[in-house]
Nanobody, 120 residues
Framework: QVQLVESGGGLVQAGGSLRLSCAASGRTFSSYPMGWFRQAPGKEREFVAAISWSGGTTYYADSVKGRFTISRANAKNTVYLQMNSLKPEDTAVYYC?????????????WGQGTQVTVSS
């Protein structure tokens, strides 16, 4: 079992920045990808970004490409999401996800979520 703990959410004005962190503990498998999903009120959970174990491959949703950057520090079992140029439509609960895949229905472990609110 893998436990994920997110931090770094909060309230920010449009155009601002936030950095989310997700620390993994427990029975972690170093070869697994990690990523971020988000869920806005009344909407389904959606993919935001993912990163391979080595950090050499990243994936982004079109809606965040060029504004968000995902990275990881394997020595710390931690993944980060740097969010710049935030928009009100980025408001959601952000969830950290742990492999074996980043397919929504096949995620191995989820974090508890952290609220991100972007005011206009």
């Amino acid at each position: 079992q893998v436990q994920l703990v997110e931090s770094g959410g909060g309230l920010v004005q449009a155009g601002g920045s936030l950095r989310l962190s997700c620390a993994a503990s427990g029975r972690t498998f170093s070869s697994y990808p990690m990523g971020w999903f988000r869920q806005a009120p009344g909407k389904e959970r959606e993919f935001v970004a993912a990163i391979s174990w080595s950090g050499g491959t990243t994936y982004y949703a079109d809606s965040v490409k060029g504004r968000f950057t995902i990275s990881r520090a394997n020595a710390k079992n931690t993944v980060y999401l740097q969010m710049n140029s935030l928009k009100p439509e980025d408001t959601a609960v952000y969830y950290c996800a742990y492999g074996p895949t980043m397919t929504l229905k096949a995620i191995g472990s989820w974090g508890q979520g952290t609220q991100v609110t972007v005011s206009s």
